[in-house]
């Protein structure tokens, strides 16, 4: 079965960076829409980033200019690399995949999903 695996995540202060990275499995990875999701707690999961075979990339308003995702096809691997790290990007980071030729913001598209990984930044 389809494998999604989040690593990356840690404890950072602010203005520090992370690299989240998600390595897919047993799919084809370049038909997939890749994006990356999180959920602070007591809030909804929300999209942040997602990036297309083409590689077209969207991302959420709040993470423009600081957060950046890119997908190696040769290694079935999305990233998102995280700048000035704020403490309301503290959530679990979670790796999706649609199999999609266009980005869409909602999770219910989204056909498979990774575990979480824990992003905290500390101020």
């Known amino acids: 079965q389809v494998q999604l695996v989040e690593s990356g995540g840690g404890l950072v202060q602010v203005g520090g960076s992370l690299r989240l990275s998600c390595a897919a499995s047993?799919?084809?990875?370049?038909?997939?829409?890749m994006a990356w999701f999180r959920q602070a707690p007591g809030k909804q999961r929300e999209f942040v980033a997602g990036v297309s075979w083409a590689p077209f990339t969207y991302y959420i308003d709040s993470v423009k200019g600081r957060f950046t995702i890119s997908r190696d096809n040769a290694k079935n691997t999305v990233y998102l690399q995280m700048n000035s790290l704020k403490p309301e990007d503290t959530a679990v980071y979670y790796c999706?995949?649609?199999?999609?030729?266009?980005?869409?913001?909602?999770?219910?598209?989204?056909?498979?999903w990774g575990q979480g990984t824990q992003v905290t930044v500390s101020s």
């Open positions: 999706a995949a649609d199999r999609s030729r266009m980005i869409v913001t909602s999770q219910n598209e989204y056909d498979y």
């Open positions: 047993r799919l084809i990875f370049s038909n997939y829409v």
